[in-house]
């Protein structure tokens, strides 16, 4: 819509009337009937005036947000009016807007709405439609995302419409604006494969659902039979009757099959009908069973990606995928469920341009940056056995057990140390800087150099005494900052000139100014070419 400064202001859709008091009755109905539990129990000559109240009090929260609330699209600015008492306008100019994503609830797919969510990166707040038919919805993050390409005039009829419910004669439509070629069709990068199904116990994203389920079931602990001490001592003897062996077993497979269905549910309630493609320079996917989502990014920016592969998940071939991006809350944003390893590096490719990056192989930090990683992650186990000395003494157990404990957990986490220093490693290809990293979890990141805004070497006591370093790159994407742990020092200070030449230079010495070196006598470190190429 293009209005004047004083008009063209549109109301949500009607059809939020029904969707607000449903809204309003569901967040209400355990308080109020608990009050009226309480009420009921001491005197009933309040019910004729409290039932009015109940039904009809949802009813006006439901219509005084759409009668507040409307929103229009200027030549230059995306608006937003609401308020009872309190008036607020919410403005993002159009050249800020980073991401245009939609949602459905259930109730909203019943109701044929969709809530429109405009984010401009400036901070966590989002400008919010909460009730937009679904083809004005989708006609006007359209036209919010091809309005913020400098390529489209700002008078492009890229979306338009007959009149309807919310929408007057010729919205989002300027008769004086040229006709718009036809759109490029979306290119299709990723669309959801079943078989992947196979990869959803492997990812532990479903362990926050589980603790969630067992923080609500703690709160009822005290009114469970079963919790009972008598009840608990009468179970006890009731499995007694049975080998331990075999009441572990059942209890280890009762775990593991409800663990199994609790992933696979979930994964298929997240990722129903996903779909990622690239249509009007930007990547767009959709996906969700009974709440739909719908998350733009602009590819102009995305600056880099990240390629997961946890413990679990890379152990059956394995991978998740983000990326990194500018201007928005999280700064990254998940574009593939959880999937085999290639379909991650082939999708990553698409978006990075090439998939080399991806795929080269990582410059090792040396045998100083192994001993760190093994003395990083056996100091942290060293604790347990200690831990373990205080049984000993408090109830008179065998000497010996403390020993036990550090006899099996020091070799774990040497394999741990192991596996954190494998994982480390750098790379510069072409012109992407890549960083490896993570111990049970392999993190492979994935930057332009371009996004590229400076460099800070940090150093611990420790590490100045073996000559390491962390070289951490600033970015405005994710989560703006990318480290390249236990680097070698002069190896950091070459890759980091490597990456952004004549960024460093004015602050670079030379090794033999430094040491008080004739000409000749020293260098600065530096990459050669064939490192400079391989990384």
Known sequence: MIAAPEDGWIRLDPRKLLLDPVKAIGQAVVPVLVALVGISRSDTSYWPFLLPVVVIGPLLLGALPWLTTTYRLTESQFQLRSGVINKRTSTAPLDRV?????????????????????????????????????????????????????????????TSGPAGPGRPEGWLQDPSAPVVRRPVPPQELAAIDWSW??????????LVVVAGALGVLSQFADDLPILDADQARSAWEWLRQFAVALVVVVLAVGALVGWVLIAVLGYVVQWWGFRLTREAGSLHLRSGLVTT???????????????????????????ELRTLTTGLENGTTQVLPPCPREVAVGVGGDVLGEVRP????????????????????????????????????RWDLAWWWPLVVAAVTVPLAAVVGEAAYRHLGHALAGDHLVAGSGSLARVRTVLETEGVIGWVLTQSWWQRRIGLAHLVVTTAAGAERVVVRDVPVAVGVALADATTPGLLTPFLVPTDQALGLGPGQGERPSCSGQERRSR
């Open 197 to 206: 199904l196979r990869f959803a116990p492997f990812s532990l994203a479903r």
């Open 293 to 319: 989502r719908s998350v733009t990014v602009e590819e102009a920016k995305v600056r880099g990606v990240e390629l997961g592969e946890p413990l679990l998940l890379r152990g059956v071939g394995g991978a």
């Open 358 to 393: 991806l795929r080269v192989p990582l410059v090792p930090h040396g045998p100083r940056a192994r001993r760190r990683a093994w003395f990083a992650a056996v100091r942290g186990v060293l604790v347990l056995p200690a831990l373990a000395v205080v049984p000993v003494w």
């Open 98 to 158: 980073r991401s245009v994503d939609l949602e459905a609830s259930l109730l909203h797919r019943v109701l044929g709405l969709e809530k429109v969510q405009v984010g401009t990166g400036v901070d966590d707040e989002r400008i919010t439609l909460d009730a937009l038919a679904r083809l004005d919805a989708a006609r006007l993050r359209a036209t919010l995302l091809a309005r913020t390409r400098p390529d489209v005039p700002a008078g492009t009829p890229t």
